[in-house]
């Protein structure tokens, strides 16, 4: 197929025919920078096994070199992450390079590597397209196969970009970088079978636990924990600088750098969470969160009027007209063709372009105006605890909905908005990830005092109500985590709900229900080995989910 059609790509939900983009990515990816991407996962796979082969056979090399690129070189290839064909090829010419010392050490080690052609390929420029296009996913013939490999590489970008974030706060995991390798190595085998490659799927999960409370860890570690907050959802009369993204590290310097300058700071999508931590709320020109979830910034950043940086996915290409364009910033392994891309120097940025930028523009205008209410990560979810005990055994919460994960453009997503509308008053909402921009700004009202969404934060911050739910199995004696009034409702968009749904099912979680359609990238077959043992799901009608979970 990939020889027949100019790319093939069928990682994210909105995948063209819910089959796979084979002439242009539904997200705007075109078919060289497909190639280019599939190029760098190739090189990625060859550094993974190189390195697993070494741990395997205790020698030592660079690890944190090694493990920072690979984490790097994943989250480049994650869904809206980067769209710039140059910076894509600089990543695949710095894997080479990190493969050729990896492989130069096996040597000076006796370690026979396998001959496999990711292991084997010697980054010859002029082969670089024609390994592009024999790298790709179809490389893989039987779709079962297949399948278990994309699931388990995917969940491994959404690990990769949560262990970038803790990274860029000193956070490192050698044993999480260390699976990493060897999942890749096992990906990379082209004689793994399936049950091999489903117990790689399943540790996949467990791994994703890990890197998500590490980053919980980093991230309460440098900012504190996240607190019951309500955040400005309208202007001011300064100019302002729009941040978008998961980077909290960028939102930091930013704002450091931004003190005094008589320019405020807004945050964006996915970035609002950051409103909650103690550390962040000393900067009072942390103006407040302007617009909604990511597929609404063509028509949100026009009105914005001031500068915007992008420190990871969730990009839109912008129209070519589009006013903003020329104003837009990237950071990290986000990247945009003809944008403006801020480099790390010593652990920080340099946004003194951007605050340049923002000095002779208007004010944003206003979209909207009020507050939003959120910060229920599990620390402050374990602050009200009696408060919420209390109302479960009195009856005033009879349930609670998991509605975690990600937005998105397709008139299907308007579901989640409904079924939140018509769920029961005695049911509260658990909620992380952009998915809340279709129900936060509802009024759904409270149970004596307690709102009815609880917003823990970023997609990351799913890993919160895995640990509230196991806090509840204890408090209320439950033999197993799903005998408790949890259901779990999930809307999935890219590939950090894929590591989110691996580390949810690693717990045990079953019945999980997962939307608007299932993934392309799971067969038939995997699909009824999933079914089989977790009770996995897709949403039906409203209607009958309501009579089913609520």
């Given at each position: 197929m990939r020889m027949e059609n100019s790319m093939f790509c069928f990682q994210c939900q909105e995948t063209a025919k819910g089959t796979g983009c084979t002439v242009k990515g539904v997200c705007g990816k075109l078919p060289e920078t497909s190639r280019w991407q599939d190029l760098l996962l190739s090189v990625v796979r060859g550094v993974g096994t190189a390195a697993s082969f070494l741990n395997d056979n205790n020698v030592a090399y660079d690890k944190v070199k090694t493990g920072d690129y690979v984490a790097d070189a994943l989250f480049a290839t994650i869904t809206n992450?980067?769209?710039?064909?140059?910076?894509?090829?600089?990543?695949?010419?710095?894997?080479?390079?990190?493969?050729?010392?990896?492989?130069?050490?096996?040597?000076?080690?006796?370690?026979?590597?396998?001959?496999?052609?990711?292991?084997?390929?010697?980054?010859e420029k002029a082969d670089y397209a024609a390994e592009g296009s024999r790298e790709g996913v179809l490389r893989n013939t039987d779709a079962d196969l297949r399948s278990l490999k994309e699931l388990c590489?995917?969940?491994?970008?959404?690990?990769?970009?949560?262990?970038?974030?803790?990274?860029?706060?000193?956070?490192?995991?050698?044993?999480?970088?260390?699976?990493?390798?060897?999942?890749?190595?096992?990906?990379?085998?082209?004689?793994?079978?399936?049950?091999?490659?489903?117990?790689n799927v399943m540790e996949t999960g467990k791994a994703g636990v890990s890197v998500m409370a590490l980053l919980d860890k980093a991230n309460t570690t440098a900012y504190g924990n996240p607190e019951i907050t309500k955040v400005n959802i309208g202007t001011r009369s300064n100019p302002g600088i729009l941040i978008s993204g998961h980077d909290l590290h960028d939102l930091e310097d930013l704002l450091i750098q931004t003190e005094g300058t008589g320019i405020d700071v807004y945050t964006h999508g996915e970035m609002l969470p950051a409103h909650y931590y103690p550390m962040f709320k000393k900067y009072k020109h942390l103006a407040g969160n302007y617009g909604n979830a990511w597929w609404k910034q063509k028509e949100e950043f026009s009105h914005f009027n001031g500068p915007i940086v992008f420190t990871t996915n969730c990009i839109v290409p912008p129209a070519k007209d589009a006013v903003y364009k020329d104003r837009v910033f990237t950071t990290n392994s986000a990247g945009f063709p003809g944008w403006k891309h801020l480099e790390e120097k010593n652990g920080h940025k340099d946004f003194s372009k951007v605050i340049e930028a923002a000095r002779g523009c208007k004010a944003p205008d206003e979209i909207e105006h009020g507050e939003i209410i959120g910060g229920f990560a599990?620390?402050?979810?374990?602050?009200?605890?009696?408060?919420?005990?209390?109302?479960?055994?009195?009856?005033?919460i009879r349930k609670f909905i998991v509605m975690s994960g990600c937005d998105g453009r397709m008139k299907s997503r308007n579901y989640y908005r409904e079924f939140a509308e018509r769920?029961?008053?005695?049911?509260?909402?658990?909620?992380?990830?952009?998915?809340?921009?279709?129900?936060?700004?509802?009024?759904?009202?409270?149970?004596?005092?307690?709102?009815?969404?609880?917003?823990?934060?970023?997609?990351?911050?799913?890993?919160?109500?895995?640990?509230?739910?196991?806090?509840?199995?204890?408090?209320?004696?439950?033999?197993?985590?799903?005998?408790?009034?949890?259901?779990?409702?999930?809307?999935?968009?890219?590939?950090?709900?894929?590591?989110?749904?691996?580390a949810l099912l690693s717990l045990g979680i079953k019945n999980i229900h997962i939307g608007p359609t299932l993934p392309a990238f799971v067969s038939e077959g995997v699909l009824k080995v999933l079914v089989s043992n977790f009770g996995l799901g897709t949403i039906s009608t409203v209607d009958e989910d309501l009579k089913m979970m609520a």
């Open positions: 992450a980067n769209f710039d064909d140059a910076a894509i090829l600089c990543k695949v010419d710095e894997g080479i390079a990190i493969k050729k010392e990896l492989l130069k050490t096996a040597g000076e080690s006796n370690i026979t590597l396998p001959g496999w052609q990711e292991v084997r390929w010697g980054g590489v995917l969940g491994l970008k959404g690990m990769a970009a949560y262990y970038e974030h803790a990274a860029r706060l000193g956070m490192r995991d050698e044993k999480i970088v260390d699976f990493m390798m060897h999942a890749l190595a096992v990906i990379t085998n082209p004689d793994a079978g399936m049950q091999e490659l489903l117990n599990h620390n402050q979810v374990f602050a009200l605890a009696d408060k919420i005990v209390d109302a479960v055994k009195s009856g005033a769920l029961p008053k005695d049911v509260v909402i658990l909620t992380s990830g952009c998915a809340k921009y279709k129900y936060n700004k509802l009024p759904l009202g409270d149970i004596n005092g307690i709102p009815r969404v609880l917003d823990a934060g970023q997609c990351n911050d799913s890993y919160s109500w895995a640990v509230v739910a196991l806090k509840l199995k204890e408090i209320f004696g439950a033999a197993d985590i799903n005998d408790l009034p949890i259901e779990f409702n999930i809307a999935w968009y890219e590939q950090k709900a894929v590591i989110v749904l691996l």
